[in-house]
């Protein structure tokens, strides 16, 4: 059962989605796919969070921020049998968390850590709601009061994230912005955690594991669709963020594109 909510108003700028999920999975270690953004996660189920990523295993209690990612994690599918998530726009963490978002980088942060006890105190109280929506409707309160409190995200970072996002190099953005090239990294990865060129090619990765052309075996036109130089750089990025080859890329599901069960 998966119940997922959109914010409106002043958090619709910082959340794209916010998501509560029951189930379970008959696999043992499920891989997460980089997707260049930043989660905050809750466990209902056991009080833990847990991945792997960069051969460092990292172990927290059952609330954290997942921040920017830009390689595989190996996560442990139990975790997922009750989970809460919040999915953060570009930018969001500069008004949701006091650190920089580069400070998270590929890093599993509990969230005590980070809003002291409020943090510390939100598994508990969203146990004690009755239901997923009551769930969901006190994380998007808490939300909206941390970012009340918090700093304005730069707009030219979210035009930024935009247009990377799309494929425009990182010299044009900079120049459509009257920025720097300085400017632009420092920036960029205090508010989003990478910089703009690792964004841009995960994000790259992501229209290419989004694309559906030709039949299944078609890499070499999703490649070009994607906007890969040619077939062999995308090979590459695709064992850097993957860890395998396209062809024994298998998915838990078409619409679950970014967790591959191993």
């Keep these: 059962m998966m119940l997922a909510h959109t914010p ?39 009080d833990r969070l847990s991945s792997e990523s960069g051969g460092v295993r990292t172990v927290v209690s059952g609330a954290g921020l997942s921040g920017a990612t830009s390689r595989p994690a190996v996560i442990d599918p139990a ?17 949701l968390f006091d650190p920089p978002a580069g400070e998270f980088r590929d890093a599993l942060v509990p969230l005590a850590e980070l809003w002291g006890s409020t943090g510390a105190a939100l598994r508990e109280r969203l146990l004690a709601e009755p239901t997923p929506a009551a769930r969901i409707e006190l994380l998007e309160r808490v939300l909206l009061g941390r970012a009340a409190r918090g700093r304005e995200p730069e707009p030219g970072v979210a035009r930024a994230a935009v247009d990377l996002h799309r494929g425009v190099a990182v010299a044009t953005v900079a120049d459509r912005l009257g920025w720097t090239d300085r400017r632009l990294v420092r920036s960029f990865t ?54 395998m080859s396209p062809t024994s890329y298998a998915p838990r599901s078409p619409g679950e594109r970014n967790h591959v069960p191993l």
């Design 8 to 46: 409106a108003g002043p958090l619709a700028s910082l959340v794209s989605s916010i998501g509560h999920a029951e189930g379970s999975h008959p696999h043992a270690r499920e891989l997460a796919l980089p997707t260049g953004g930043s989660q905050l996660l809750v466990n209902l189920d056991a």
């Design 79 to 95: 975790e997922q049998r009750a989970v809460m998530w919040v999915c953060l726009r570009p930018g969001a963490a500069a008004a």
């Design 190 to 243: 205090d508010q989003i955690g990478l910089p703009p060129k690792r964004f841009a090619r995960v994000r790259r990765f992501q229209r290419l594991l989004g694309l559906r052309c030709g039949d299944a075996s078609d890499w070499a036109g999703r490649a070009a669709e994607a906007g890969y130089y040619d077939q062999a750089h995308m090979i590459h990025d695709f064992r850097e963020f993957t860890g």
